[in-house]
T-cell receptor, first 113, second 112 residues
Framework: DTEVTQTPKHLVMGMTNKKSLKCEQH?????MYWYKQKAKKPPELMFV???????INESVPSRFSPECPNSSLLNLHLHALQPEDSALYLC????????????FGPGTRLTVT | GQQLNQSPQSMFIQEGEDVSMNCTSS?????WLWYKQDPGEGPVLLIA?????ELTSNGRLTAQFGITRKDSFLNISASIPSDVGIYFC????????????FGTGTRLKVLA
């Protein structure tokens, strides 16, 4: 099973709202990722968690706040977003150490109004 | 910095035709991965390559790890309408295995 699930599938939020994106995997992977993808562009890395600890933050604005409550779950908390933050947000996971293969979820399509 | 360039940028083909696309870099990669992304969905891993010269198949897909380690190729035989999508190559950055460098993508459209 190489499934990563993400909820919600679609999200529309105003610039003053607070919302969260959720990601889950049950493959025993200990590295989890958040990516942002704009139309017709490759995914851009935002955050990496390794063993539930934040390992990489690609200089992402603080209005995006990641959280890894346990080894299977990854959240992305959103607050005071801008219209330019509208994008497809992808979660991915990989085995630690031995493999570079990342498995992606279906994404959350976020629209900021 | 490291970059991956894919060609062609887009292609329109007839159903049943074979497809070839490639991914090139000015720097060496030790791993090449090929992903397919359908509109509004996440990328799906198709093939992973770990050794220079390696040729790996997954159904109608065949990918090769170039001998120079600076390129990789993906071929699709007997294309079908569900092959439509964007194909990305990717490889781990020299700054760490967590960080992928993604190619610019090849957009494939299949005409029935």
């Amino acid at each position: 099973d190489t499934e990563v699930t993400q909820t919600p599938k679609h999200l529309v939020m105003g610039m003053t709202n607070k919302k969260s994106l959720k990601c889950e995997q049950h493959m025993g992977h200990r590295a989890m990722y958040w990516y942002k993808q704009k139309a017709k562009k490759p995914p851009e890395l935002m955050f990496v968690y390794s063993y539930e600890k934040l390992s990489i933050n690609e200089s992402v604005p603080s209005r995006f706040s990641p959280e890894c409550p346990n080894s299977s779950l990854l959240n992305l908390h959103l607050h005071a977003l801008q219209p330019e933050d509208s994008a497809l947000y992808l979660c991915a996971s990989s085995q630690e150490g031995t493999s570079v293969e990342q498995y992606f979820g279906p994404g959350t399509r976020l629209t900021v109004t | 910095g490291q970059q991956l360039n894919q060609s062609p940028q887009s292609m329109f083909i007839q159903e049943g035709e074979d497809v070839s696309m490639n991914c090139t870099s000015s720097s060496i990669f030790n791993t090449w991965l090929w992903y397919k992304q359908d509109p509004g969905e996440g990328p799906v891993l198709l093939i992973a390559l770990y050794k220079a010269g390696e040729l790996t198949s997954n159904g109608r897909l065949t990918a090769q790890f170039g001998i120079t380690r600076k390129d990789s190729f993906l071929n699709i035989s007997a294309s079908i309408p569900s092959d439509v999508g964007i194909y990305f190559c990717a490889g781990p950055s020299t700054s760490g295995t967590y960080k992928y460098i993604f190619g610019t993508g090849t957009r494939l459209k299949v005409l029935a």
